[in-house]
């Protein structure tokens, strides 16, 4: 099992930033991608975007190309999710989760998950 802790959630103005990470431990060696989704109130988990463990192409929702990109740093086993122009519609929790897959993009492709933590963008 891989333990995900997130964390650099919060509330931001429309068009401001905000990067969130995502620390990962335990049998990370089991991971193929890391990948970020957010849910809304009231509404289903979505995909944001997906990036390849071991290097490869990052992939993204197409409601977020552009304006949000993942990165990682090995030595500390952390993915990131940058979120530029936030716009009220990205009010969500977001999750970050771990797949022994490649490049899913649903969240029945996803072993392991984070808590979550609260973005709010404020129009």
Not at 69 to 72: D, E, L, P, V, W
């Given at each position: 099992q891989v333990q995900l802790v997130e964390s650099g959630g919060g509330l931001v103005q429309a068009g401001g930033s905000l990067r969130l990470s995502c620390a990962a431990s335990g049998r990370?060696?089991?991971t193929t991608t890391m990948g970020w989704f957010r849910q809304a109130p009231?509404?289903?988990r979505e995909f944001v975007g997906?990036?390849?463990w071991a290097g490869g192409p990052?992939?993204?929702a197409d409601?977020?190309?552009g304006r949000f990109?993942?990165?990682?740093e090995n030595a500390k086993k952390t993915v990131y999710l940058q979120?530029?122009?936030l716009k009220p519609e990205d009010t969500a929790v977001y999750y970050c989760a771990a797949s022994s897959?490649?490049?899913p993009r649903v969240a029945t492709g996803f072993d392991s998950w984070g808590q979550g933590t609260q973005v709010t963008v404020s129009s």
């Open positions: 990370t060696f089991s009231g509404k289903e997906g990036h390849s990052t992939y993204y409601s977020v190309k990109t993942m990165s990682r979120m530029n122009s897959l490649r490049a």
